[in-house]
């Protein structure tokens, strides 16, 4: 992928020196070309192609912040209490 990253950026850097050197040309214009045809549309692809990473990243982390009794089922033998107890009524 960086192959491709960084040969685009390369004919983003010739845009913009081919729009400097014209006659009709500016360095302003040049460095808009190089930010809107370069810079812009490299740094979203990249970002979006290392979401991936930074999810398994995340999920390692908060798997080693986790204690390891709360990843584990309940094996005391005494059956949950309910939180509210059942309304009976009188006979």
Known sequence: MY????AWMYVALMMAVAEA???RGSVLGAIVTFV?????PVALVVYLMGRPARRRRREAREAAETPAVSREPDTGGETPADAVAPVRKEP
């Open 3 to 6: 192959l491709i990253v960084i």
């Open 21 to 23: 050197t014209h006659a």
């Open 36 to 40: 809107l045809y370069g810079v812009g």
